[in-house]
Nanobody
Framework: VQLVESGGGLVQPGGSLRLSCAAS????????MSWGRQAPGKQRELVAT???????NYADSVKGRFTIFRDNAKNTVYLQMNSLKPEDTASYFC?????????WGKGTLVTVSS
């Protein structure tokens, strides 16, 4: 299993970014996918999950601002982030569980600052 995130960068408060996670090594369409983040000095937290059927769930801190979606033809999961806040600054990771084992990518850094 390999998960490779991209799309991070520096953005001003109120701005938008779209993160991508390219997956390989497993049958992508069969598994739920998630995005998590970890800010400096804080624990990693899950922010969004999408099931193989397309149902989604979000942490309260991002609900209404972030959207997770997937393209099974491209084996890719996305995180559209709007109305970004400085407290969204973190490394963002995608995640899945395959055969009872969790896998995480190496992450992409998002910095929200003016």
């Amino acid at each position: 299993v390999q998960l490779v995130e991209s799309g991070g960068g520096l953005v001003q408060p109120g701005g938008s970014l779209r993160l991508s996670c390219a997956a390989s090594g497993f049958t992508f369409s069969r598994y739920p996918m998630s995005w998590g983040r970890q800010a400096p000095g804080k624990q990693r937290e899950l922010v969004a999950t999408i099931t193989n059927g397309g149902s989604t769930n979000y942490a309260d801190s991002v609900k209404g601002r972030f959207t997770i979606f997937r393209d099974n033809a491209k084996n890719t999961v996305y995180l559209q982030m709007n109305s970004l806040k400085p407290e969204d600054t973190a490394s963002y990771f995608c995640n899945t569980m395959v055969i009872n084992r969790y896998y995480w990518g190496k992450g992409t850094l998002v910095t929200v600052s003016s």
